[in-house]
C-alpha cells in the first residue's frame, strides 16, 4: 500500500539553484519524513516533520507539511553536485513506514 | 558511530542455494525490518521485528525467512533463492515502526542466477 506519492519523477538543474520537490499522502499522519538516497545505497534521513508543524528548517532543507492538503514539500537552496540523489518522503504505515517512489534530483554543473 | 551493518554487499549466487544476508545494528533499536527495492516498485517491506523472538510478516515475505534472537541482529535467510529476488536489500532500525528516524545499512545487492 503507497501512501506518499512524490512529484516529480525526475528533476534537472542547475548548480546553485534551488531544488522542490512535493510529496501527496493519502490518510491522516501524525509526521511525515523525508530521505535522501545515493545511488544503489541505503537511505540517509534528512528531516521529520510532525502534524502540529507547518516548517522545519535544517541546514539548506525546508520543510512544509500541510494537512489540510495531505501534502509536504521539500526544499533544497543552493544546490550543490552532492545533492545529486533519490529524495523519498515516509509516512507511518500499520507497522511500517511507507515510502513514495521518489524524486530523483539531477544537479548540473 | 549508529549504524546498521549489512553483509555482504554483493552477493551472485544460483537458483535453490540457501543464503544469508546479516544485518546488525548498534543503538539497542527494538525496531528492525528488511526492504526490497526494485525499479518501478520502490522500496517494500519484507518481515519486521518489533523486539527479540517477536517477527511479522510485510508486505512481500513469500521466499524468505527471518529470526530475532538477539536485539542486535535480524538475519534474512533465502532458504532457495530464485531469480525473481534478484533485487537490492535493505535492513534498517529504529525505536518504534514509524514515528522515529529510521537507519538504513548500505545495502546487499543480490543476482540470482
Known amino acids: 500500500s503507497q501512501q506518499g506519492e512524490e512529484d516529480p519523477q525526475a528533476l534537472s538543474i542547475q548548480e546553485g539553484e534551488n531544488a522542490t520537490m512535493n510529496c501527496s499522502y493519502k490518510?491522516?499522519?501524525?509526521?511525515l519524513q523525508w530521505y535522501r538516497q545515493n545511488s544503489g545505497r541505503g537511505l540517509v534521513h534528512l528531516i521529520l516533520?510532525?502534524?502540529?508543524?507547518r516548517e522545519k528548517h535544517s541546514g539548506r532543507l525546508r520543510v512544509t507539511l500541510d494537512t489540510s492538503k495531505k501534502s509536504s514539500s521539500l526544499l533544497i537552496t543552493a544546490s550543490r553536485a552532492a545533492d545529486t540523489a533519490s529524495y523519498f518522503c515516509?509516512?507511518?504505515?500499520?507497522?511500517?513506514?511507507?515510502f513514495g517512489q521518489g524524486t530523483r534530483l539531477t544537479i548540473n554543473p | 558511530e549508529a549504524q546498521v551493518t549489512q553483509n555482504p554487499r554483493y552477493l551472485i549466487t544460483v537458483t535453490g542455494k540457501k543464503l544469508t544476508v546479516t544485518c546488525s545494528q548498534n543503538?539497542?533499536?527494538?525496531?528492525m525490518s528488511w526492504y526490497r527495492q526494485d525499479p518501478g516498485l520502490g522500496l517494500r517491506q519484507i518481515y519486521y521485528?518489533?523486539?527479540?523472538?517477536?517477527?511479522d510478516k510485510g508486505d512481500v515475505p513469500e521466499g524468505y525467512k527471518v529470526s530475532r534472537k538477539e536485539k542486535r541482529n535480524f538475519p534474512l535467510i533465502l532458504e532457495s533463492p530464485s531469480p525473481n529476488q534478484t533485487s537490492l536489500y535493505f535492513c534498517?532500525?529504529?525505536?518504534?515502526?514509524?514515528?522515529?528516524?529510521?537507519?538504513f545499512g548500505q545495502g546487499t545487492r543480490l543476482t540470482v542466477v
Open positions: 534498517a532500525s529504529s525505536w518504534n515502526r514509524g514515528n522515529t528516524e529510521a537507519f
Open positions: 490518510t491522516s499522519i501524525n509526521n
Open positions: 521485528s518489533m523486539n527479540v523472538e517477536v517477527t
Open positions: 543503538m539497542n533499536h527494538e525496531y
Open positions: 515516509a509516512t507511518p504505515g500499520a507497522q511500517k513506514l511507507v
Open positions: 516533520i510532525r502534524s502540529n508543524e
